[in-house]
């Protein structure tokens, strides 16, 4: 007799490391750790939510008709083409899921986000990194991890925690190297956050290739971290698989009706990328003037590498004692650095004050 035995890759997965929301002893905590809006949701995204709380005896609509409905209008997609899922996180896993699993490899880029990583192996499938050049990553050397056992491969554009992004003919480049059996997955979690010319979300891509995908979160820009909500542009058939893949109820109506609200909100979208575009180069800057690198950024966060380890360590436990909670970088292999998102005026300036304070003290 054996106890019962999960299946091969899963005892190897390093479970996700969040970023921490509170500091014990703390009561006014700061949160620049996890990426998330500081403007928060829209009111009428709120409202909705609040409305779903007398249904809250009924299924949700399991085809989340109306949600796509709007999102196909939105941005120009067929809402036929659009899977919706408990956070981006879902249909990501739904995709390594559906395409890869014992023996098969899922691609990413070395300092690309860990989900891909943690979902490949939990399918018993091999996470290949590819090299990277100044934390961006490279279709070359992408490309040349390529073997006729990858399924998968998988770019954050823009790049969480690099805030690199690559450029639209590079992402075509990329496509087109590789062979057709290939699912290419844009996960564009901060497209919303993006405002350069030679950037795409990647949607007209997945209107002309088979194998390209687009992946989209409510967890950024439009506040809606808790309810758990993103979704995917697929071409059909693979809108189809993770049709057949997903739970009948995957995503709960609070989650939609918020979601369709936040979506009709554009002054609150317009806010929260005005707000943004004024203080990502504010950070940036005010990072460099301490001596820090910031490393460009097209996020809503910036990645500030120090001269080592123990410098980012040390900088981290001081605004902990300050209650600001930044991100800790040694699980992408960056130990080096510290991960901010872009907060609130007075946060921004807390946390400059205290950084100033920390370096100009050691
Ligand atoms: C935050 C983030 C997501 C969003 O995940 P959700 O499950 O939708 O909250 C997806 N991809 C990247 C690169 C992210 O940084």
Known sequence: MSPPKPRPGVLDVAPYVGGLHTVEGVSQVIVLASNETPIGPSEHAIRAYQSA???????PDGHATELRAVLGRHFGCDKDRIVCGAGSDE???LLIRAYAGAGDEVLYSR????????FATGVGAKAVAAPEKVLTADVDALL?????RTRLVFIANPNNPTGSYLPTDELQRLRDGLPEHVL???????AEYVSRNDYTAGIEMVDRHDNVVMTRTFSKIYGLAAVRLGW???????ADVLNRLRGPFNVNEP???AGIAALEDTKHIAASQAHNAKWLPWLATTLGGLGLTAHPSVGNFVLAQFPDARGA?????FLLTRGIITRKMGSYDLPDCLRITVGLENEMRALAAALGEHLGRS
């Open 53 to 59: 709380s007398r249904v809250l005896h009924r299924y």
């Open 91 to 93: 249909v990501i896993q």
């Open 111 to 118: 300092h690309g986000f860990s989900i891909y990583r943690i």
């Open 144 to 148: 040349a991890k390529v073997t006729d």
């Open 184 to 190: 290419l997955v844009i996960d564009a979690a901060y």
């Open 232 to 238: 995917a542009y697929c071409p059909a058939a693979v």
């Open 255 to 257: 989650a939609q009706l």
């Open 313 to 317: 360590e040390e900088a981290y436990a």
